[in-house]
C-alpha cells in the first residue's frame, strides 16, 4: 500500500486556501442574510470549480499546488453542504418551499459544475 499523504506544502495551501473561501462566503451571508444566498454560493461555487478542474486538468507548467489551494481550499471553503443541510432542515414544516430549495441548490450545482467544465473546455481550446 503506497503512503499517500500530503506534504506540508499542500497542507498550508489547503488552509489558506480555505481560510479565504470561507471569509468570502462569511462575507456574503452577512451582506446578504437570505436563505437562497446559500443557494448562490453553492452553484457560482461549483461553476467555478467546473471551469478551474477544466482548465486545469493535466495542464503543463501548472503548479501541483494549484489544484488543492482553490478547489479543496478556496472552494471548499466557500460553498457549504453544511449550511445547506441546516437550512434544509429549518424548512421542514414547509415542504414545498424545503423541496424548492433541495432542487435549486442540487440542480443548480450540478447544473453550473456541467457548464463551468464545458466553458472551461472551451477556452482552454481556443487559448
Known amino acids: 500500500m503506497s503512503d499517500h499523504r ?3 506544502p499542500v497542507i498550508a495551501v489547503v488552509a489558506a486556501g480555505g481560510a ?3 471569509v468570502a462566503r462569511y462575507a456574503l451571508t452577512a451582506a446578504w442574510p437570505a436563505i437562497w444566498t446559500t ?3 453553492n452553484v457560482i461555487g461549483c461553476l467555478a470549480i467546473g471551469v478551474l478542474l477544466a482548465r486545469i486538468a493535466d495542464r503543463p507548467g501548472v503548479s501541483p499546488l494549484l489544484r488543492p489551494f482553490l478547489a479543496t481550499g478556496v ?3 466557500f460553498t457549504t453542504f453544511s449550511a445547506f443541510t441546516v437550512q434544509t432542515l429549518d424548512l421542514a414544516d414547509r415542504p414545498p418551499a424545503a423541496a424548492a430549495y433541495v432542487l435549486a441548490t442540487v440542480g443548480g450545482s ?3 459544475a ?3 467544465a464545458r ?3 472551451r477556452r482552454a481550446g481556443s487559448a
Open 119 to 121: 466553458l472551461g473546455r
Open 39 to 41: 443557494v448562490a454560493v
Open 6 to 8: 500530503p506534504g506540508r
Open 110 to 112: 450540478v447544473g453550473a
Open 114 to 116: 456541467w457548464l463551468g
Open 20 to 22: 479565504l473561501g470561507a
Open 75 to 77: 472552494l471548499g471553503g
